[in-house]
């Protein structure tokens, strides 16, 4: 998997086979998209219409997070399938533990996640998906899995950035062979408001947002930016520098972002 991903997330379908063919054009060579993101289809056409071997391309989707019974997983996985028209998915995650309408609820769908991992199961020993996942899962959810579950998560996707890491879930997935990846790096554009991050920015001669991708990439994570500008895409990916271990611990204990402006409408940002 390639340690640099480009996210498609509020990319519309029409707008995103000319995103992905840039993305690939610049160097990227793993695009992630999802049921929700109603993109599939749209990313699909430009990894075909780009020129570029399949077996050249990491591509990530996202089972829907209402998908919580066998038949209902089952069919959004073949629906996905059927929508990117790839002949396989790289890797397929189960977007939330919670549907994204109880996502505040206390129950945490332990059946209704192993009835969906029994479909992706499924799907990837009969050779349709590479590599399975999850996505926003706690500690007591990937545990429902490993314990339970024939495959263990090869992923779980969260939210990851400066001031907001949670550490004990990275480390608890790390000792478990699981990989982090980071979506919204640059903390869905909250991060340009800190002053401390813009000066360490500058002391590297880097953007905000490469300093906050390099700084996932230092800690073992594998980031998700997502922008539709080509300009953006090239810098994101230009991130060939080290960030000093005092530059890395002033990072790690900046205060936590507590309001992500409209973004916390989304649940994954909601505090």
Excluded: C
Aim: aromatic letters at 8%; proline letters at 4%; hydrophobic letters at 40%.
């Amino acid at each position: 998997m390639p340690k640099l991903g480009y996210g498609t997330w509020m990319i519309d379908n029409a707008d995103a086979p000319d995103a992905v063919k840039e993305a690939l054009k610049i160097g990227y060579r793993h695009i992630d998209t999802a049921q929700a993101y109603q993109n599939e289809s749209g990313v699909g056409k430009g990894i075909r219409e780009s020129g570029i071997n399949r077996e050249e391309i990491f591509v990530t989707t996202k089972l829907a997070a209402e998908a919580k019974s066998y038949d209902e997983a089952k069919k959004a996985i073949e629906g996905s399938l059927v929508a990117l028209d790839l002949e396989y998915i790289d890797l397929m995650i189960i977007h939330s533990p919670k549907p994204w309408a109880k996502f505040d609820g206390e129950d945490r769908f332990f059946e209704g996640n192993l009835e969906a991992w029994k479909a992706l199961e499924e799907a990837y020993e009969a050779g349709k998906i590479k590599a399975i996942g999850v996505s926003n899962f706690q500690i007591e959810d990937i545990e429902n899995i490993v314990n339970n579950g024939k495959v263990k998560p090869a992923v779980n996707q969260i939210l990851a950035h400066i001031s907001n890491v949670p550490t004990e879930l990275i480390e608890f997935a790390k000792s478990n062979d699981i990989l982090t990846e980071a979506f919204s790096p640059i903390g869905h554009g909250e991060l340009f408001k800190n002053e401390e991050i813009e000066k360490i920015a500058k002391k590297y001669d880097v953007t905000i947002p490469q300093l906050a991708i390099r700084y996932d990439l230092q800690l073992g994570l594998l980031p998700l930016p997502k922008t539709g500008n080509p300009d953006h895409m090239k810098s994101n990916a230009d991130v060939d520098f080290v960030i000093s271990d005092e530059d890395m611990e002033t990072l790690n204990n900046l205060e936590e972002i507590k309001d992500y402006g409209e973004a916390s409408n989304f649940p994954v940002f909601s505090k």
